[in-house]
């Protein structure tokens, strides 16, 4: 029973004790013999307590009443220290499978019970299978007591000797075999009557049973919310608002929120309505940022792991400089086989690269070198950091194949040298990317195949581009498609005139003195 507050389990309070079994010879010396041994005799006697609310010849849900009387026919004094005994006594019941304890709210009051629903021991069999339940016993008794006790309770095979050679079939007549039922009658009334006189803690069993369980529940949250906070009387109302605490579960799943990181975000301003209910879209915008920023950091630390395992492999690679040949040759060995490029996957070389490698050359290097080794045929000296974390986040973060990356770069290489082409930013390499992840581009056809669809898109888009709006371009002097949308209307511009036009004597008079009266008013 997890307790945090003993003030909340009290004699005050009360309960009703459950069942759905009726205990047989077997479970009687199964809970004497084996289970009494793991959790004591007190424990097994508080079981058959509650297992005596109810008839013995019925099942379900006993009269309810006040633990004040539970307290003082078991002998526990109705203290703190009597609660925390009897919370014991339940835990140990509840961790070997023999009871489940739950906590019954009710909306109209702030008042709550709480419900003892028994479970039956296990038979033998199952019982010995169970691996954690058989090493605590043999921890409590010893190993050689628990193979007596498990003789104690099996028969001996009287073919035992034949068994091997034995051959079972199994010549069981199944029940469609033996009787037809009359399916074209439909009785509504006797599934609607076995309905409503069903149990209602079946129902809800059942019912539970197909929902996923919470990431969190209310204590979770009141117990880790700041005492002071302003929201604090509104999280308090949470304890029995279970939409409220569904659309906390449904953020928490949806974002992957610790109950830590729930707190934060309902202790901020806005969450809340004058009300006192949740904004959901404030409340799942904030999500989605404290999402974002936690991928950010999760990408970060995976990159900057990587970057100190390979200088922690340089430092070890300096200090055996001794086995430096041996580690060459396994290095070498290690190194697979150049796969070759057909020529129907041919892309032409980058202008950067003209002058260093030739076509077969170059393909080569795209198919089989790294992308580290790739980025610095490109540029003249070291590798621009702003690239190289270009790269390495895909590589990291997204998984990206080496060749498929080494295309990626020879394709945003050579968008460089087009003219017009804007800036090549970390969000554009990203964009292409997410593109590349979204089509399942895992191979270098496949990506080969993506670039020269995105080039010939790209070509017609332009030439459209260029027919169309020939003139607005002229005037905004963009060529880029990204602008095509929101080109301006031409407007006229009024020229200046080269015709001479005469002054009157008058004219410059009125100049004058209209110059002298905004001179004065100045």
Same mark, same amino acid.
């Given at each position: 029973?997890?307790?945090?507050?003993?003030?909340?389990?009290?004699?005050?309070?009360?309960? %009703?004790?459950?069942?759905?079994?009726?205990?047989?010879?077997?479970?009687?010396?199964?809970?004497?013999?084996?289970?009494?041994?793991?959790?004591?005799?007190?424990?097994?006697? @508080?079981?058959?307590?509650?297992?005596?609310?109810?008839?013995?010849?019925?099942?379900?849900?006993?009269?309810?009443?006040?633990?004040?009387?539970?307290?003082?026919?078991?002998?526990?004094?109705?203290?703190?220290?009597?609660?925390?005994?009897?919370?014991?006594?339940?835990?140990? @019941?509840?961790?070997?499978?023999?009871?489940?304890?739950?906590?019954?709210?009710?909306?109209?009051?702030?008042?709550?019970?709480?419900?003892?629903?028994?479970?039956?021991?296990?038979?033998?069999?199952?019982?010995?299978?169970?691996?954690?339940?058989? @090493?605590?016993?043999?921890?409590?008794?010893?190993?050689?007591?628990?193979?007596?006790?498990?003789?104690?309770?099996?028969?001996?095979?009287?073919?035992?000797?034949?068994?091997?050679?034995?051959?079972?079939?199994?010549?069981?007549?199944?029940?469609?075999?033996?009787?037809?039922?009359?399916?074209? %009658?439909?009785?509504?009334?006797?599934?609607?009557?076995?309905?409503?006189?069903?149990?209602?803690?079946?129902?809800?069993?059942?019912?539970?049973?197909?929902?996923?369980?919470?990431?969190?529940?209310?204590?979770?949250?009141?117990?880790?919310? /700041?005492?002071?906070?302003?929201?604090?009387?509104?999280?308090?109302?949470?304890?029995?608002?279970?939409?409220?605490?569904?659309?906390?579960?449904?953020?928490?799943?949806?974002?992957?929120?610790?109950?830590?990181?729930?707190?934060?975000?309902?202790?901020?301003?806005?969450?809340?309505?004058?009300?006192?209910?949740? !904004?959901?879209?404030?409340?799942?915008?904030?999500?989605?940022?404290?999402?974002?920023?936690?991928?950010?950091?999760?990408?970060?630390?995976?990159?900057?792991?990587?970057?100190?395992?390979? !200088?922690?492999?340089?430092?070890?690679?300096?200090?055996?400089?001794?086995?430096?040949?041996?580690?060459?040759?396994?290095?070498?060995?290690?190194?697979?086989?150049? !796969?070759?490029?057909?020529?129907?996957?041919?892309?032409? %070389?980058?202008?950067?690269?003209?002058?260093?490698?030739?076509?077969?050359?170059?393909?080569?290097?795209?198919?089989?070198?790294?992308?580290?080794?790739?980025?610095?045929?490109?540029? /003249?000296?070291?590798?621009?950091?702003?690239?190289?974390?270009?790269?390495?986040?895909?590589?990291?973060?997204?998984?990206?194949?080496?060749?498929?990356?080494?295309? @990626?770069?020879?394709?945003?290489?050579?968008?460089?040298?087009?003219?017009?082409?804007?800036?090549?930013?970390?969000?554009? %390499?990203?964009?292409?990317?997410?593109?590349?992840? !979204?089509?399942?581009?895992?191979?270098?056809?496949?990506?080969?195949?993506?670039?020269?669809?995105?080039?010939?898109?790209?070509?017609?888009?332009?030439?459209?581009?260029?027919?169309?709006?020939?003139?607005?371009?002229?005037?905004?002097?963009?060529?880029?498609?990204?602008?095509?949308?929101?080109?301006?209307?031409?407007? /006229?511009?009024?020229?200046?005139?080269?015709?001479?036009?005469?002054?009157?004597?008058?004219?410059?008079?009125?100049?004058?003195?209209?110059?002298?009266?905004?001179?004065?008013?100045?």
């Amino acid at each position: 029973m997890r307790m945090n507050n003993l003030f909340h389990f009290t004699e005050h309070h009360r309960y %009703v004790a459950y069942r759905e079994f009726s205990l047989s010879q077997l479970d009687q010396r199964m809970l004497s013999q084996v289970y009494q041994p793991i959790i004591g005799a007190f424990a097994i006697g @508080l079981y058959h307590f509650l297992y005596q609310h109810i008839a013995a010849d019925k099942v379900g849900y006993s009269a309810m009443d006040s633990q004040r009387k539970l307290f003082l026919l078991l002998g526990i004094e109705p203290s703190e220290k009597g609660r925390a005994y009897f919370i014991e006594q339940t835990t140990k @019941l509840e961790a070997v499978g023999l009871l489940q304890t739950s906590r019954l709210m009710f909306q109209d009051s702030e008042d709550y019970m709480f419900e003892y629903a028994l479970q039956s021991p296990l038979s033998p069999d199952e019982f010995f299978s169970t691996q954690h339940l058989t @090493l605590l016993l043999r921890d409590k008794v010893g190993k050689y007591t628990v193979l007596s006790l498990r003789e104690q309770f099996m028969t001996d095979e009287p073919f035992a000797q034949l068994q091997a050679e034995a051959h079972r079939e199994n010549i069981s007549v199944p029940f469609y075999e033996m009787f037809r039922l009359n399916t074209h %009658v439909i009785d509504y009334e006797l599934e609607q009557a076995l309905h409503e006189v069903a149990p209602s803690r079946r129902g809800a069993t059942a019912q539970d049973s197909t929902q996923e369980e919470p990431v969190l529940n209310y204590a979770d949250i009141i117990t880790r919310f /700041p005492k002071y906070s302003y929201n604090r009387p509104y999280v308090e109302k949470l304890r029995l608002d279970r939409e409220g605490m569904g659309i906390l579960d449904y953020i928490a799943r949806k974002f992957e929120l610790t109950p830590v990181e729930i707190c934060r975000l309902l202790d901020e301003d806005g969450v809340f309505n004058t009300e006192g209910r949740l !904004v959901l879209d404030e409340l799942q915008h904030r999500a989605h940022l404290q999402f974002r920023q936690t991928k950010r950091r999760g990408e970060w630390r995976e990159r900057e792991q990587q970057k100190i395992e390979q !200088v922690q492999k340089e430092q070890k690679g300096q200090r055996s400089a001794s086995n430096e040949m041996h580690s060459l040759d396994r290095a070498a060995a290690e190194i697979q086989e150049e !796969v070759a490029v057909e020529m129907e996957f041919y892309v032409e %070389v980058a202008p950067q690269c003209k002058d260093k490698c030739d076509v077969h050359q170059y393909n080569m290097m795209l198919r089989n070198a790294p992308y580290t080794k790739l980025l610095e045929k490109y540029f /003249p000296g070291a590798v621009p950091d702003s690239f190289l974390d270009m790269f390495t986040k895909i590589d990291l973060n997204y998984k990206l194949p080496d060749e498929v990356i080494n295309v @990626l770069i020879h394709y945003i290489m050579t968008l460089t040298t087009q003219e017009g082409t804007q800036r090549i930013s970390g969000n554009f %390499v990203e964009r292409i990317a997410s593109n590349m992840l !979204v089509k399942q581009v895992r191979t270098y056809e496949q990506a080969v195949q993506y670039i020269r669809t995105q080039s010939s898109l790209t070509t017609e888009s332009a030439s459209r581009t260029g027919q169309a709006g020939s003139k607005p371009r002229a005037a905004g002097g963009r060529s880029n498609s990204r602008y095509a949308k929101q080109q301006r209307p031409a407007i /006229p511009v009024v020229q200046p005139s080269t015709e001479s036009v005469a002054w009157s004597q008058s004219d410059r008079e009125r100049a004058l003195e209209l110059a002298r009266r905004l001179d004065e008013n100045s």
